[in-house]
């Protein structure tokens, strides 16, 4: 298993695709750190303008922390797309240069075959969040200093420089297994597609038709919101709350795990199932 890994993982970094994602989250970062940088202190005055009335705010507010939470609250939209990229060519991509048949003459089962394509696809997947996370909180250091950092969720929370880090760790790690969701999401439907498009197209779909069920009040679909994963996508929010919602945390892991769990399953009987012709 561990050479099928190796292998996989060789196969994936020879492809310009898989670089993509890097490069966009490096971009992108960038952008908004140096935007912060130029513009930060006015937007940030715009925001808690209100606020000055009643607080009196001192100290440098955009640091480190303040941006590098700017950055999770945008790039978490942008990742899902990354990772759709990759995970739904792992099994489609062979498909569609007609290596299936070639695979599958070496003594190996489709089972096993299709493991280390999972694994390769969401190792993949967590190696794009820890990049977000050096490029965050370890690149911006050039850019910004340290600091307290403040949230505006329903409380406004002020938390100490030595009580931010921790908060971080847990955010990127809760951050990497809701990618991982989406990750098994577009690797499901890469089983049953002939071209990498088609999967990017149908995870998307999916992703952008729960984000609505999710976020929006419509009571007929109450019910089946607490079970659906794109509910819990913004999770890593909880962790910057005070004081910190455990049942909760806990409660949005469980069904993201369980999640992933079900789309490996599905794509393992799928193509253990499936009449390959390429």
Known sequence: MI?????????????????????AI????????????????????????????????EGNLINIYTVSYIVLTSLWIHIPVLVAIVAGDMVSGEAGRGTFRLLLTRPVSRGKLLTAKY???????????????????????????????????????????????????AAYGYGMISMWVVSGLAFLFSTRASNSLGPVVASMSVL?????????????????????????????????????QMDAIVKAVSIMIAHITIFYLAAWFIFTRKDIQS
């Open 3 to 23: 050479n099928l890994i190796r292998i996989e993982f060789l196969k994936l970094f020879r492809r310009g695709l898989t670089y993509i994602g890097f490069a």
């Open 26 to 57: 490096l971009l992108i970062v960038l952008v908004i750190q140096v935007g912060m940088y130029v513009e930060g202190k006015k937007l940030l005055d715009f925001l808690i303008k209100s606020l000055s009335d009643v607080f009196l705010l």
């Open 119 to 169: 694994i390769t696809a969401q190792v993949y997947t967590a190696m794009l969040v820890v990049f977000l996370a050096i490029m965050s909180l370890v690149i911006g250091r050039f850019f910004f200093p340290a600091g307290d950092m403040i949230v505006l969720l329903e409380t406004i929370n002020i938390f100490d420089s030595a009580d931010v880090l921790w908060r971080f760790g």
């Open 208 to 244: 952008i038709l729960f984000m609505i069920i999710s976020n929006f009040s419509i009571g007929i679909f109450d019910p089946i919101k607490p079970f659906l994963f794109t509910t819990y996508l913004n999770g890593w929010q909880l962790f910057f709350d005070e004081p910190l």
